[in-house]
């Protein structure tokens, strides 16, 4: 593929300089540097060496929908052909997975919001990406479904099931992450579903700028990580909501987040979202912490097991690529 050409282009031209192919990541020249890739490459063979005949995986969360569609997602944003490259198997029976796990009446995917929401994230982005005729009416009955779920929500958002009666942070996050994404595919969404739930995130900001998880109290990083992202893609980044939480966040991320890689996927797109001087520093320290702390084999592992978590760390230095629709600014 061209970006792979250009990679490795880059990658020659970097050998001639040993102080600059010791850096991980230029912050000035938006190169992919040799280590970088390495580490990337490295990770994603773990995921095909360990997926199941049936496109999940063994470890713990590997076979829920949400975990498969993160996997699929970390490769497709590598550049990867996923019709014809190397990696095609692993995303064809991922999707393959997903697919027979929505209800076809409902479009309801897994036994959970959470589920639903990251499985229609990778429908989004696979859709026109992945020959696959049965994407696109699956995508438009997963959305539709989110659609149909926050119509009967008190507060216009979501939370563990599609009849909640309560709202959090979280499971929200989910759903408005896969509702851009499938909005960028073309898939009608509302602008009026998109300023409710809005709100609901506004209405769970403290008085200090962070997000808490179904109301002001408690924020924490993840949570207004994921604040700051939906915001971001709703191109409100002038907007106070916006402002307090991106400044929440710059003073408080941190590594003792308990559920560290799931934050890592939010707090990259997050710091993304803030622009160049926002991102770089953090991205670099980034690359330079999960460079340091993958197993041999290639993974990460952490509170949510080791697929889960080397997908998160991977579509967290997925943005130094900009490949998926959903990381471009």
């Not at 997926?51 to 569609?69: H, I, K, M």
């Not at 989110?146 to 929500?153: E, G, V």
């Amino acid at each position: 593929m061209k970006q792979k050409i250009i990679v490795a282009l880059i990658g020659a031209l970097l050998s001639c300089s040993s102080t600059r192919a010791q850096t991980l990541f230029s912050q000035n020249e938006d190169v992919i540097s040799p280590a970088l890739d390495r580490t990337y490459v490295k990770a994603l063979q773990y995921l095909v060496k360990n997926q199941n005949a049936d496109g999940s995986w063994p470890s713990q969360y590997g076979n829920e929908p949400a975990v498969v569609g993160l996997c699929v997602l970390s490769i497709l944003a590598h550049g990867e052909d996923p019709n014809s490259g190397p990696y095609r198997i692993t995303v064809h029976r991922g999707l393959e997975y997903i697919l027979q796990r929505q209800d076809a009446k409902t479009g309801y995917i897994g036994s959970s919001m959470y589920n639903h929401g990251f499985a229609t994230l990778a429908l989004a982005e696979c859709y026109g990406a992945v020959q696959d005729e049965r994407i696109g009416p699956a995508l438009q009955k997963a959305v539709d479904m989110i659609l149909t779920s926050q119509s009967h929500n008190p507060y216009s958002a979501w939370r563990y099931s599609p009849e909640s009666p309560d709202a959090d942070t979280t499971v929200s996050g989910a759903q408005m992450v896969a509702l851009f994404a499938a909005r960028n595919a073309g898939i009608g969404v509302p602008e009026e579903a998109i300023n409710k739930a809005l709100k609901f995130f506004a209405s769970c900001q403290s008085a200090d700028g962070g997000i808490g998880y179904s109301g002001p109290g408690g924020p924490d990083s993840a949570r207004t990580a994921i604040g700051v992202l939906v915001f971001g893609l709703a191109r409100q980044q002038k907007s106070t909501t916006y402002r307090a939480a991106l400044t929440w966040l710059k003073s408080n991320a941190s590594n003792d987040n308990p559920y560290y890689h799931y934050y890592l996927y939010y707090a990259a797109q997050a710091f993304f979202r803030g622009g160049p001087a926002t991102f770089d520093p953090w991205n670099a320290a980034n690359i330079a912490t999960l460079n340091s702390t993958q197993s041999d084999d290639g993974s990460w592992n952490g509170q949510l097991g080791p697929t889960f978590s080397t997908a998160a760390s991977l579509l967290s230095l997925a943005l130094n690529y900009r490949l998926l629709p959903i990381y471009e600014r």
